[in-house]
């Protein structure tokens, strides 16, 4: 139930709503706050503020943020925009959550509304001498943070929206959800070893992406009635109202109504992927962006380059996980849950790739030498998949290459000519 709450405050702190609204309610409980200090022992020991002072400060901020606030709006649209355009739809999510822009789009805003409630409080009195003098540094502060944020801002957002920074920022997200995978690929359960043969299918009444499993909820739910559930799909996955979403054992016919309701209620289902807790979403999003850098229209095959390079990384995260030989924590042990299978990430990573740059022997050299590299890794399932799909990617430019020369020197980067 906390992770629960926790993923839904993380949906809600995405929005780009969600800052500037939190930072207009700080500014103006600032705005309020100063108050406070009326009456008590500093207006002993505080210079008076004349109020043309303060006044002047905050009529600069009320004038220039709002502008200010319009023009960053159009900046960040702006970039969304591009980045939507030139990588792919599926980065605008990753883009639109930057902290450089949403920070700077609430300090400007926020510090429009306080400048409007500080201004409308000072002309019906409602501040004292201390209060005066409060008010006066709170606005000073906010001005040297305007400033400050405006200038990590310009500098932030002259590469928001840009190609190479939308690439490291999917990568960058992409890492943390497979280090994740990597760490629990089996969400704290137990993996599946011997497949239910009987007990009771729970059927799905959503259709779409499952984006967030509930384990400690269904564990609550197997321990009470004293079952065992057997997931049978990951976030991530595609479902309809006819899926089995779940099996459990025993088989209580009385009770599957209200098991089926729960289950239902713990796999939460959305119309798109989310990346948080997607592992293969990352690599589908990175090769989206090589596949549109490989069309006849864009003809860019250094991109297409950097992402097979974002994609070596990424599987040598499985390297570091070897090395470093992390125990692999049970806490939800009434739960089996599948594997995702290897072959399914090297799908979503390379196969676009291979298809869309068969011709380009730039392009097919650098992905046979990440192959080569994946090998390296002594895991056996990545070297059987790095061996296979060096095989497939030879075979699909073999179909489109025309020049002898391009496809020898192609044969001897093989993993399988060696």
């Not at 108050?35 to 002072?53: F, N």
């Not at 991530?236 to 109504?257: V, Y």
């Not at 006849?296 to 040598?316: K, M, V, W, Y």
Request: hydrophobic share 45%; proline share 3%.
């Amino acid at each position: 139930m906390k992770k629960t709450l926790f993923i839904y405050l993380h949906r809600m702190r995405e929005q780009l709503w969600f800052r500037p609204l939190l930072f207009c309610l700080v500014s103006v409980g600032g705005a309020l706050f100063a108050h406070q200090a009326d009456g008590t022992k500093l207006d002993d020991l505080v210079p008076g503020i004349k109020l043309e002072s303060i006044e002047g400060l905050l009529d600069t901020l009320s004038s220039s943020m709002l502008v200010i606030s319009i023009f960053a709006v159009a900046s960040m649209l702006s970039a969304y925009s591009a980045a939507s355009n030139t990588a792919t739809p599926r980065s605008f999510k990753i883009v639109v959550t930057d902290d450089v822009s949403q920070n700077a789009l609430s300090v400007f805003i926020g510090s429009f509304i306080f400048s409007i409630v500080a201004t409308v409080a000072l002309d019906i009195g409602y501040y004292g001498k201390s209060g005066r003098f409060i008010l006066f540094l709170f606005t000073l502060s906010l001005f040297a943070l305007v400033i400050l944020t405006f200038l990590k801002w310009v500098d932030g957002i002259s590469s928001l929206g840009r190609l190479e920074h939308t690439i490291s920022q999917v990568e960058s997200v992409a890492a943390k959800s497979l280090s994740t995978y990597i760490k629990q690929p089996f969400l704290n359960g137990l993996p599946i070893t011997n497949p239910l043969q009987v007990g009771q299918s729970v059927i799905s009444k959503s259709v779409g992406y499952v984006q967030h499993v509930d384990m400690a909820t269904l564990q609550g739910l197997a321990k009470e009635k004293g079952l065992k559930i057997q997931l049978n799909c990951l976030p991530g996955d595609f479902i309809h109202q006819n899926f089995a979403i779940a099996s459990i054992t025993p088989d209580e016919k009385a009770n599957l109504e209200e098991i089926t309701e729960k289950i239902n209620g713990s796999i939460h289902i959305g119309a798109t992927r989310l990346f948080d807790e997607d592992p293969r979403f990352g690599f589908i999003a990175l090769s989206e962006i090589a596949s549109r850098a490989l069309s006849s229209g864009i003809n860019d095959p250094g991109t297409a380059i950097q992402i097979i390079g974002s994609h070596e990384r990424l599987f040598f995260l499985w390297n570091e996980a070897i090395e470093n030989k992390e125990e692999k924590t049970v806490l939800y042990d009434c739960i089996s849950v599948p594997k995702i299978s290897m072959a399914d990430f090297f799908d979503d990573a390379f196969r676009p790739i291979s298809r869309d740059g068969a011709d380009i022997i730039e392009v097919m050299l650098r992905l046979q030498k990440v192959f080569k590299s994946i090998e390296t890794i002594p895991d056996k399932e990545l070297k059987q998949m790095a061996f296979q799909y060096s095989k497939e990617a030879f075979h699909r430019a073999e179909e489109a290459m025309k020049f002898k020369p391009d496809l020898d020197l192609l044969k001897k980067e093989c993993l399988f000519y060696h």
